[in-house]
């Protein structure tokens, strides 16, 4: 009855471990196709620079984004809000707002928050920025107006 009552218990264990591994393994993952934009040289004059990165949930489990934080306030991500199935795709759009700033090559980070199996990813941009220019004619003609 003992050895019974033991194989009874061993095989309900196994059976416990199983089903529990098989909840444990499903995970949403992220996939970006690159984690760093640069771009390049551009004048102050040119405006805000904008660049997607698009990713794919490549885990088996429903992705969910909960923040895309920026180092400064002159970086500005956008990140889809509802969930993204497996398989899906979709883009965190990364915007650059250099204007009043100083100019000179810059990289800033944008830490991705999400339920994936790697809780957090850091995506960079970096670029130079040039100083503003100022047609000087088109100035003076638009003050004598």
Known sequence: M????????????????????????????????????????????????TYDFKFTNTGNDMLVIHQAIASCGCTVPQFPKEPIRPGESGVIRVSYNGSGKFPGHFKKAITIRSNATADMVRLYIEGEMTEKVVDVKKAIKKDNS
């Open 2 to 49: 003992k050895k019974k009552m033991k194989k009874n218990v061993f095989i309900l264990f196994i059976m416990l471990l199983g089903v529990s591994s098989a909840f444990a393994q499903k995970k949403a993952v992220i996939s970006f196709e690159k984690t760093t934009h640069d771009f390049g040289v551009f004048a102050e004059s040119d405006g805000i620079q």
